[in-house]
């Protein structure tokens, strides 16, 4: 696929969600920029949080891991279809109780401005690593494929894409963000689908019409090996349980406890609405799930196909399965209905879909997060409208040029891993966040002080020292090792025999339930030990 047919696909793209922005924009207040007039159309948002659930790294590499981890995954969607309805069932009643528009401004009610701003200050941090780390991924992409052959660096390309987002949310917010998702959200599951379908035609699987019900696409891919979706090993990293249960925990922090998934749910008409949008989320993400490792399956048995002359993607020396769907999609030349350009269109715009959304809506939310949070913006009864808009457009800017620096980062650190690390960091930064819900919601305890921002640091730092010993650990590189860090030393003092705690043990997903778990045993010790002084 040339660059400049990939150029104009994706100027039109963008000048279609500039319509959007421009008609959604033109007439936002702060109420609609934060939470659309508390107006949007239940299903309008439930279509909209299934490209801001996925992303490019979704895109790319949960196709990729079907060859190392068969569907797995799958027993992790499994545990988000519970989450889900936690969520809905849970905590958005707490949310529309009181009308939030930050849904830390309850860890404020319930405690203290400090606790909220503890909340919102890891959500920024998660959130902002997340999206650079996502669009770095997918900006790769494109420069790798188009802006490198026009001539453009990597920097002033980022700098275009980053102005684009900027355009079309910074004046609508969310009012504009709850429309050009649901779009984007079109995009991503009708790129995924002919990527599919272009692959199946490419291997002959479409055939099964002319060769009976048992070549039937469906048929084969659950006879494949690859297909295998459950792992009752308990002391494996893909036990049942431990993706199940982490799943389920990983959807209630990553979407029902931050701001950046839960804003546009609060901006629904009434609670039942928000309710169906949450249900019908999860069982949409469970369905487009089954088609991302059909999908992967389907790009295996393509190369399988190919035969051993395959030039497999690599990187640093190693295979990079997060390079083969790109590959495939643009360089394999595919045809799908008598047409060699409609695969790659699909890809680039699918992926496109996938993290842009992702990314444009973190600016909205990490504003918001800092407006109502930390700045406290919406208490400043002697600010006029004028100062408070201002405010938030220079909030609004700022993140953009934050989000600019952490992509160059990830381009200077030029190591896929690194963006693998960066996503499970949410693993330990939504643990104390989990922890401070965990105590308001289901305690009496009041903790105060300083030290519950200390605790909600050394906590993910304990949790982390636990999975470094067990049996895949720090242990393995050993002692003398060059990539013996500073908080493996400190493990090393912990546990200086080098020796793993729990033998062939190998934590999981679950690793976010017990941090959460540790964080929230903590605050309930400081709220004992505070209350025994008063006395």
């Given at each position: 696929m040339s660059p400049t047919f990939i150029?104009?696909?994706?100027?039109?793209?963008f000048a279609l969600l500039l319509g959007i922005g421009y008609v959604t924009g033109r007439k936002a207040t702060a109420?609609?920029?934060?939470?659309?007039?508390?107006?949007?159309?239940?299903?309008?948002?439930?279509?909209?949080?299934?490209?801001?659930?996925?992303?490019?790294?979704?895109?790319?590499?949960?196709?990729?891991?079907?060859?190392?981890?068969?569907?797995?995954y799958m027993q992790v969607v499994l545990g988000y279809v519970l989450g889900y309805v936690v969520i809905a069932y849970l905590l958005l009643p707490?949310?529309?109780?009181?009308?939030?528009?930050?849904?830390?401004?309850?860890?404020?009610?319930?405690?203290?401005?400090?606790?909220?701003?503890?909340?919102?200050?890891?959500?920024?941090?998660?959130?902002?690593?997340?999206?650079?780390?996502r669009l770095y991924l997918t900006a790769a992409i494109l420069q790798r494929y188009l802006f490198d052959a026009m001539g453009i660096p990597f920097a002033l390309s980022v700098i275009i894409i980053i102005l684009l987002i900027?355009?079309?949310?910074?004046?609508?917010g969310i009012r504009t963000l709850v429309f050009t998702d649901a779009l984007q959200s079109i995009f991503l599951i009708g790129g995924v689908m002919i990527c599919l379908l272009g692959l199946l035609f490419a291997t002959e699987w479409m055939d099964f019409w002319h060769k009976g019900v048992s070549d039937a696409p469906w048929v084969r891919i659950a006879q494949s090996s690859l297909s295998t979706v459950f792992d009752w090993n308990p002391m494996a990293k893909t036990y049942f349980w431990k993706h199940f249960l982490g799943g389920a925990a990983m959807c209630i922090v990553m979407t029902g406890l931050d701001q950046n998934m839960m804003q546009k749910n609060l901006s629904c008409k009434s609670l039942g609405e928000a309710q169906k949008n949450m249900i019908t989320t999860g069982v949409v993400i469970f369905l487009v799930n089954i088609v991302f490792l059909s999908l992967g399956l389907m790009?295996?048995?393509?190369?399988?196909?190919?035969?051993?002359?395959?030039?497999?993607?690599?990187?640093?020396g190693k295979p990079y399965p997060d390079g083969l769907l790109p590959m495939l999609a643009l360089q394999a030349k595919l045809t799908l209905f008598g047409?060699?350009?409609?695969?790659?269109?699909?890809?680039?715009?699918?992926?496109?879909?996938?993290?842009?959304?992702?990314a444009d809506s973190v600016l909205?939310?990490?504003?918001?997060?800092?407006?109502f949070d930390f700045l406290r913006v919406d208490k400043r009864n002697n600010w006029n409208e004028t100062q408070k808009n201002t405010v938030r457009k220079r909030l609004h800017l700022l993140f953009a040029a934050l989000l600019f620096l952490g992509i160059l980062f990830f381009r200077w650190l030029n190591s896929s891993s690194l963006i693998d690390t960066v996503l499970m960091v949410a693993s330990y930064t939504y643990g104390p966040l989990l922890g401070l819900f965990l105590v308001g919601m289901f305690t009496s305890w009041k903790p105060v002080g300083p030290m519950v921002v200390a605790w909600s640091v050394i906590a993910p730092l304990l949790v982390y020292i636990l999975k470094c010993t067990d049996a895949v650990g720090v242990w393995s590189m050993g002692r003398n090792s060059a990539n013996f860090n500073a908080i493996e030393n400190l493990v090393y003092l912990v546990n200086p025999t080098g020796k793993p705690w729990f033998e062939s043990y190998v934590f999981g997903y679950e690793i976010l339930i017990i941090n959460g778990l540790l964080a929230a045993t903590g605050y309930g010790i400081l709220h004992w030990i505070q209350s025994k002084k008063k006395s």
């Open positions: 150029g104009l696909a994706l100027f039109g793209y109420d609609g920029y934060f939470v659309g007039n508390r107006q949007s159309l239940w299903w309008l948002v439930a279509l909209g949080m299934l490209s801001d659930s996925m992303s490019g790294v979704s895109f790319i590499s949960v196709p990729g891991s079907v060859n190392a981890a068969h569907w797995g707490l949310y529309y109780k009181t009308q939030l528009t930050s849904i830390y401004t309850y860890l404020g009610d319930r405690f203290s401005p400090l606790h909220q701003q503890t909340g919102s200050g890891f959500f920024v941090l998660s959130r902002l690593m997340g999206s650079a780390a900027l355009a079309y949310t910074y004046k609508g790009m295996y048995q393509y190369v399988e196909q190919l035969g051993a002359d395959f030039p497999f993607p690599m990187q640093d047409t060699p350009w409609l695969v790659p269109l699909a890809f680039v715009l699918g992926l496109s879909a996938a993290t842009f959304s992702s909205t939310t990490l504003t918001t997060s800092i407006y």
